[in-house]
């Protein structure tokens, strides 16, 4: 598996840090021998939707399961609305954001 | 718009990138039981008026008749709409504003908007006072619940229209 992977970011739920039509570089392997810390702006596959992505913001994380939230609470629906997220759902870390 | 925004947008042409949604179904968080209860007044009130409106006798003259008609229309077309206006409501509220663990908490939830559709259904098809009344209480049961979800204090007052029915309202401020 390549470990880039390219996403263009749709809605407003990570402003101001991502913009609707950003692109992302994000790394597939990030996560292979270390776990997500809070901070880290990750891509995930949305667990109401499970062939969507989703971008978002890891807020806390124990043993395999991860809190994500936006950073714009007003439009983001996130770890408030359909709890934490197991570790497999990440597919990997942002690495590089590509401005619209 | 920077070189790289502008590389990586040619390459979509080649093999689109996938979308991560910062997704969202905007959850403005702007819900209120409200406008199915005010729908549900709506709809009483049509049927009253239907009730009220005397019919053309025989020896009506087409003026009458067609002032008869020109009524009627209106008062069903705005009963139909109404109707609608409030199984949208319902729904949305139901499908987007309630969160498993509010059924949880109040497990007579999906029987109450089920009750509610079907009540509103009745209230569009025929000139049914009871369903219409129906859905009225179900709507204020809904706001209940709704205003519970909040921690907001309720009270039920006559409504200040000429329904005057019992209506849930918020205790606000």
Not at chain 1, 18 to 39: C, M, T
Not at chain 1, 57 to 79: F, K, M, P, W
Not at chain 2, 116 to 145: F, T
Request: with cysteine.
């Amino acid at each position: 598996m390549f470990p880039l992977a390219r996403f263009r970011v749709d809605d407003q739920s990570m402003e101001p840090a991502l913009h609707a039509g950003d692109y992302v570089l994000v790394n597939r392997w990030a996560y292979r021998k270390v776990e997500p810390i809070p901070g880290d702006i990750v891509v995930l596959r949305n667990p109401e939707a499970l062939g969507q992505f989703l971008v978002k913001r890891i807020a806390s994380g124990t043993a395999g399961s991860y809190v994500v939230l936006g950073d714009n609470e007003a439009h983001s629906r996130d770890s408030r609305h359909f709890g934490p997220v197991p570790k497999d759902l990440v597919i990997g870390k942002v690495r590089y954001r590509a401005k619209a | 718009m920077s070189i790289a925004h502008t590389l990586l947008r040619a390459l979509d042409r080649v093999a689109p990138a996938r979308v991560a949604h910062a997704h969202c179904d905007i959850p403005c968080g702007i819900y209120d039981p409200h406008h199915a209860q005010l729908a549900a007044h709506t709809v009483i009130r049509m049927v009253d008026l239907i009730g009220q409106l005397e019919k053309p006798g025989p020896d009506a003259t087409p003026e009458q008749r067609q002032e008869y008609h020109n009524k009627l229309a209106r008062y069903i077309a705005t009963k139909e709409q109404h109707a609608e206006i409030y199984k949208g409501e319902v729904r949305v509220l139901w499908g987007d504003y309630f969160k498993p663990e509010h059924v949880q908490q109040f497990p007579q939830l999906h029987d109450i908007v089920w009750k509610a559709l079907k009540s509103a259904s009745k209230g569009r098809q025929e000139i049914n006072l009871q369903g219409a009344e129906d859905m009225l209480n179900q709507a204020n049961e809904i706001a209940e619940i709704f205003w519970k979800t909040k921690g907001v204090a309720t009270v039920k007052a006559k409504a200040p229209y000429p329904t005057a029915r019992d209506t849930v309202y918020p205790k606000l401020g």
